[in-house]
């Protein structure tokens, strides 16, 4: 059975650090565009960052640029998100999410019905 097991999360004062990863299991990461997102209390989703299928092309959100980094570990076979100087308005739950198919030229920061697999989250929390 093809699954995303999202890790990493926890509490951390402003201006710290978390590294999330995304974990497949019964497929290989390199083959799939991944997506990472998060969802915050009252609010809809918001992509965070995505790297493409292949050629690992990234793409980030305004919101994350310069602090977040998405990045491939294909001997474990994970997707991992590196969060530096975090604030408060990064406090959510973050998701990763699977796309198939040809893989485009750059990925789109945003989560849709086109992904074909995401995970159970894991929580962030930011806060002093």
């Known amino acids: 059975q093809l699954q995303l097991v999202e890790s990493g999360g926890g509490s951390v004062q402003p201006g710290g650090s978390l590294r999330l990863s995304c974990a497949a299991s019964g497929f290989s990461l390199d083959r799939w565009t991944i997506l990472w997102f998060r969802q915050a209390p009252g609010k809809e989703n918001e992509g965070v960052a995505c790297?493409?299928?292949?050629?690992?092309?990234?793409n980030y959100a305004d919101s994350v640029k310069g602090r977040f980094t998405i990045s491939r570990d294909n001997a474990k076979n994970t997707v991992d998100l590196q969060m530096n100087s975090l604030k408060p308005e990064d406090t959510a739950l973050y998701y990763c999410?699977?796309?198939?198919?040809?893989?485009?030229?750059?990925?789109?920061?945003?989560?849709?019905?086109?992904?074909?697999?995401w995970g159970q989250g894991t929580r962030v929390t930011v806060s002093s």
């Open positions: 790297i493409t299928a292949h050629t690992d092309t990234t």
């Open positions: 999410a699977a796309l198939g198919g040809p893989a485009p030229a750059i990925c789109t920061v945003m989560f849709s019905g086109r992904y074909n697999y």
